[in-house]
């Protein structure tokens, strides 16, 4: 007599549950790699800024470089285009290689900020002092260590508000966190092959 109550009431959630089940969205999984021919860095030189575009060299450049402390900024395009507008999102997570990494001795880590920015492509000089809709930070800081390797940088804040405005784009910039007062030290995003392209990856509603 229990069992059977038992499996009536299983039964009366299994039917409640399937009557929402038209209401629920399913997990979508979106991989879209960078543009690398709006991708670029620009850097800071005594006051006189150059772009220099991604697909014209294997990898693109954050930071201050140790020995001349001139000050480089990257600039990531990913389109949206595949992310329906009143998809919800979930997750998102800005994945590079980071090809080489040059410390300041006795400099041990280099803090990357990750900053939300707009703009219409292509990319231009002018665009190093961009205003941040909204920031983040690799964590933990870039080291030696992370040279040659594959990381992960949990950007959903930043998906979210760019989702939120509607950009058709998402682009980011990567820079040192208080490059023109630090040298910290110089990394290099891998852009010289499809396998080490930047990758933005979302999950959405």
Known sequence: MKKRILWLVLAAVLVAL????????????????????????????????????????TGIYAGVDPATDDVYRSFLHFPLTTIPGDALISSATLSIVVKSVDLLPPASTIPIVVELVSFGPPLEAAYFNLPAVVATSITPPISINDATHRIDIPVTSLMVEAQRQGLNNFQVRLRQENDFAITAGLMQIDESSVTNEPRLIVFYF
Do not use: K, N, W
């Open 18 to 57: 399937a009557g929402c089940g038209g209401e629920d969205r399913p997990l979508f999984r979106e991989v879209i790699p960078s543009t690398v021919t709006l991708d670029g860095e620009i850097v800071d030189v005594g006051g006189i800024r150059t772009l220099t575009f991604a697909d014209t060299v």
